[in-house]
């Protein structure tokens, strides 16, 4: 598999945009992961909430069960007590809730700002780089073949190589009808330098 071009100036353009295309994916995973950290900071005042609630409830159910245990009016204040009870329980989930929403919102930011840069390097710079690696591939593998390799890269060449390059070569025309071994090389070695490959 021809992941890289032989051709100095394109491998280097290509190992740069690699790095280039690392370095956003590791920025977007640090900024979304340090904007959750941010964001869940915003839960303190549920969990100030959960605990005040639940130290409310305990309290009042404390004073509940103690007024049980008075004579005439016990019964009707541990009942009124329990009441206030209910309110420490209603303090604890309405903490709950804002825990679960900072919760959320911090997943969802963090997953947002990971997922774009992400999702525009797999629409932009991924399919260049397929795109590469299996035409290279192919070249590389023609290559390999010889003679026979090089007729098909020449053929290819006269077929997609613009006509002022191909006026370049010199006497394409006979030299190909008349398999002239220095045109056919010359072809293929143009096919192989469009996909980045050395003759």
């Not at 299996?134 to 390999?144: F, G």
């Amino acid at each position: 598999m021809q992941l890289y071009a032989e051709r100095p100036i394109r491998r280097t353009a290509q190992l740069v945009s690699d790095l280039l295309a690392l370095l956003l994916v590791v920025i977007a995973v640090w900024l979304g992961t340090s904007v959750y950290d941010e964001v869940m900071k915003l839960r303190a005042p549920g969990d100030g909430l959960v605990d005040a609630g639940t130290g409310l409830r305990g309290t009042f159910d404390s004073a509940a069960n103690s007024a049980g245990g008075l004579p005439l009016i016990g019964d009707a204040l541990a009942k009124a007590l329990h009441g206030g009870s209910d309110a420490g329980t209603k303090l604890a989930d309405a903490g709950r809730w804002q825990i679960e929403a900072v919760e959320n919102l911090a997943w969802w930011m963090a997953a947002i700002i990971i997922a774009l840069p992400v999702l525009a390097l797999v629409v932009t710079w991924l399919p260049l780089r397929w795109n590469f690696t299996r035409r290279a591939t192919a070249a590389a593998r023609l290559r390999a073949l010889g003679d026979e390799g090089l007729d098909l890269l020449a053929l290819r060449a006269l077929t997609t190589q613009p006509l002022r390059r191909l006026a370049g070569v010199g006497e394409v025309a006979t030299g190909w009808r008349q398999r002239d071994r220095d045109v056919i090389e010359e072809l293929a070695g143009r096919e192989l330098a469009r996909h980045g490959l050395l003759a």
